[in-house]
Structure formats: structure tokens, C-alpha cells
């Protein structure tokens, strides 16, 4: 079956580094997605990995090893306002997306 | 970047009532957009896949006959929940794909919250 894992809760410091990790085992792979999903909102699109390695955008970066069916999203310089669900997505071979359960940072000043 | 509008953001309405909610990509054409549900504290549970110009693929235990799935043009798939009940109370998102490409991003819109008194 496919499975995306995810951890359930982390919790941070203001202005410190988090790193959410996701493992998945799927049908095919065509791609990881990273969401972030405020309470009572829609998710919104953070990042998408294709190859291995690591794509940076601003505070927030993405790691990708298709080797080892890891990814991981690490946020940098945290605010308040990161407080959040974080949400890994992976594109089977159907180019269909498996979602996590999502893994919720609470941020602490 | 890519939007997508959903309408309405939140309807309260009684027990028996069918209710509509629109999905629009508004600066993209979007030939399969997707339905999802999500209750309080749980993860996006996917309905429905809506394909332009044919039926939508509904997820195993989503009752076709009570989520109609309209998806007549390249901008617009609606959902209606027909003869509302309090179990169908719920948190409904859409998102949409940049036809351009499947392995695209999918673009949510804002949500509808839905309360069935």
C-alpha cells in the first residue's frame, strides 16, 4: 500500500531552526510536495521536490532523497506566524497525490 | 501565482437543504480540479477528482448521488451537497491543476465551512 509519514506535533522556539521529516513509500514517484495549512484555512503551496537534493526558498528549504523515500522541510529564523500544520504530499506514478497526516509546529516566544 | 476562488466561505443552513459551492482557477485552466473534506483536527481527505468534460472519480465511500460533481468548463467545477444533513458538516476545499503539466502543484482555494443545523 502507499504510506506517507509524517510526526503528529513538533514544537520550536521563536528565532531557532526546525526540520519536519516525511518518509513515504508509494506506487511511483513523481514529485513531493511540502503545504502549509493555518488553522481553519486552506492549505497553500510551500515547495515541490523532484530530484535529490535540496531546494532553498527564503526561510523555508526542502530536502529530497528518492533513495531513501525521505524528505525533509526545514524553517529557518521561526516566527509566530509559523505556527501551522505542515503538510507532506507525494505524486504517485497516476500523478495522483498521497497526502501525510500533516504534522503540527507550535511555536513557542 | 496560480488562484484559485472558492464560493461561498461559509454556509449555515437546515437539516434537507442542498447546497452549492463553486470552484474557479482564475488565472489558469484547470482540467481536473479535486474536492476534498477535512473534519476538525484531521488530515485533507480527497472526495473526488472532477475531470472537464466527463464524470468525476469519487473516492470509495463518497456517495455520488449525494456530492454531484459539475465540471463543465476549464475555470469552474461545482460540488452540491445534496439534502444536507449534520453529518455532512465539514470544512470543504477545492484545488485545481495547472492543465499545462500533471506534475504540477495543486492551488487550493479558500474553503467553504459548511454547518448543517
Redesign the interface.
Same mark, same amino acid.
Given at each position: 500500500g502507499q504510506n506517507i509519514d509524517q510526526p503528529t506535533e513538533m514544537t520550536a522556539t521563536e528565532g531557532a531552526i526546525v526540520q519536519i521529516n516525511c518518509t513515504y513509500q508509494t506506487s511511483g514517484f513523481? =514529485?513531493l /510536495?511540502w &503545504?502549509q495549512q493555518h488553522a481553519?484555512? *486552506?492549505?497553500? /503551496?510551500l515547495s &515541490?521536490n523532484?530530484l535529490d537534493g535540496l531546494e532553498e526558498k527564503g526561510r523555508f528549504s526542502s530536502f529530497l532523497s528518492r533513495s531513501k523515500g525521505y524528505s525533509y522541510l526545514l524553517l529557518k529564523e521561526l516566527q509566530m506566524k509559523d505556527s501551522a500544520s505542515y !503538510?507532506c504530499a507525494v505524486?504517485d506514478s497516476n &500523478?495522483? !497525490?498521497i497526502?501525510? *497526516? =500533516?504534522t503540527k509546529l507550535i511555536i513557542k516566544p | 501565482g496560480a488562484v484559485v476562488s472558492q464560493h461561498p466561505s461559509r454556509v449555515i443552513c437546515k437539516s434537507g437543504t442542498s447546497v452549492k459551492i463553486e470552484c474557479r482557477s482564475l488565472d489558469f485552466q484547470a482540467t481536473t480540479m479535486f474536492w476534498y473534506r477535512q473534519f476538525p483536527k484531521q488530515s485533507l481527505m480527497l472526495m473526488a477528482t472532477s475531470n472537464e468534460g466527463s464524470k468525476a472519480t469519487y473516492e470509495q465511500g463518497v456517495e455520488k448521488d449525494k456530492f454531484l460533481i459539475n465540471h463543465a468548463s476549464l475555470t469552474l467545477s461545482t460540488l452540491t451537497v445534496t439534502s444536507a444533513h449534520p453529518e455532512d458538516s465539514s470544512f470543504y476545499i477545492c484545488s485545481a491543476r495547472d492543465q499545462t503539466g500533471e506534475a504540477q502543484p495543486q492551488h487550493f482555494g479558500d474553503g467553504t465551512r459548511l454547518s448543517i443545523l
Open positions: 513523481n =514529485g /510536495f &503545504y481553519g484555512e *486552506a492549505p497553500t /503551496f &515541490y523532484v !503538510l505524486m &500523478y495522483q !497525490l497526502w501525510g *497526516a =500533516g | -
